[in-house]
Every structure is written in C-alpha cells, then in structure tokens.
C-alpha cells in the first residue's frame, strides 16, 4: 500500500473526530447557556441576594478542577449542569441591579448582543480561517493573573476608574480566550475533552458578559 493511500484514512478520522469535538461542544454549551439563563431568571423573579463576592470567586474558580477530576467519567456532564446553573443563579441579583437603573433594559441588551456578536465573530473566525492561536496561552495566564489580583484588590480599594480599566482589560482577554478554545476546538487533537471545551468556553462568555455589563453602564451615564 502505498503513503498516500495510508495518510488519507487517517486525515479522514482526524477531520471526522474534530468535527465531532466541536458538535459536542456546542451543543452542549447550548444546553449550559440554557440553564444558566433558567437559572438567572429564577433568581431574579425571587429577588434572590446578591451573593458574597468570595463565594462566588470559590465556585467560579474551584468548580472546573472539580468537573476535571470527573472529566472521563458522565459525572462530568452533570456537574457542568450544576456549575453553570449555579453561575446562573449568582448572575440573576447581579442583573436586577443593573435592570433597576434608569435605562437598566437598554445596559442588558446592549452587553447581551455585544457579548453574542464577539463570541460568534471571534469563533467564526477561527472556525473558518482554522489558525492556530496556541501561540496565546502565556499572554492569556499572565493576563488572568493580573486581572485577578486587579479585581481583588479593586474590591478593598473601591475605585471606579479602576474598575472600567479592568473591565476593559477582562473584555480583551476574554476576546482572546475566545479566539484561543476554538482554536484548540480544531487544533487540539482527539484527546481534547469537549466537557471541559464547553466549560472554558462558557467561562470567558460569563466573564465577557459580566465586564460588558460594567463598560455598558459606566458609558451609558450610570
């Protein structure tokens, strides 16, 4: 048999197996998006509390590790359901806050639909164009690093210049994450887990749209 006749089989199952990765993911990051939007209405028809910020920061960051020491099990899929039904639920009092301003409805459906054209565009692109922005990830985790020290220590400090330069910041990583998942959607191999795809993706998209909340409001007066 000749070379070309073996290599052309397996460029076939890897296609076929990339291609399968990435209908996985999405759909169920569909199914995620879904629950957490249940999740967030909920909480707001209830007018549930804000809840603690280090709370929140505890579930956000811990909750992957545990999802990933489950990641070859189905116990990952129902814990993927629990993290982003409870992110849900966090993001519902965080939304009433923002609804409760003078054009609150106007804030929430502008970060909405800029958070929905960034995914899309950016996924899109490198869906379509299939470059490899592996080449990111140290920016990304120095980047993630500085903004999370920035928004800790933003918190004690409580200055809204601040606040906007890291919201920006969060914008354009997360921008950069975005660009970076799908990326490994196509470049990643057949080992990739789309659980865990899906979790990192709906985590820059949770994140972008938290930022764009604050970027939306801070220009549009409130």
Not at 43 to 63: D, Q, R, S, Y
Not at 138 to 154: D, E, K
Request: proline share 4%; aromatic share 12%.
């Amino acid at each position: 048999m000749s070379q070309p006749e073996i290599m052309l089989p397996r460029e076939q199952s890897r296609t076929l197996a990339t291609n399968k990765l990435i209908k996985n993911t999405y759909l169920l990051l569909a199914m995620t998006l879904a629950v957490s939007a249940g999740t967030a209405l909920f909480a707001m028809k209830t007018n549930a509390p804000l809840v603690p910020w280090w709370a929140m920061m505890i579930f956000f960051i811990g909750m992957p590790f545990v999802i990933n020491a489950f990641r070859n099990s189905s116990w990952s899929i129902l814990l993927t359901f629990i993290f982003t039904g409870v992110m849900g639920y966090f993001l519902g009092p965080i939304l009433n806050f923002y609804l409760n301003m003078p054009n609150g409805s106007e804030i929430v459906a502008t970060a909405t639909g800029l958070t929905a054209a960034i995914f899309v565009g950016l996924s899109f692109y490198a869906l379509s164009t299939k470059k490899d922005f592996s080449f990111m990830s140290g920016f990304i985790i120095v980047g993630l690093i500085v903004v999370l020290v920035a928004i800790v220590a933003n918190l004690f400090l409580a200055i809204p210049l601040l606040s906007l330069v890291i919201s920006a910041a969060a914008v354009l990583l997360m921008s950069a994450m975005i660009l970076f998942e799908t990326s490994q959607l196509v470049h990643g191999g057949e080992d990739t887990n789309y659980v865990m795809m899906t979790v990192s993706i709906y985590s820059s998209i949770y994140v972008l749209f938290s930022h764009l909340l604050n970027l939306v409001s801070a220009f549009s007066g409130e």
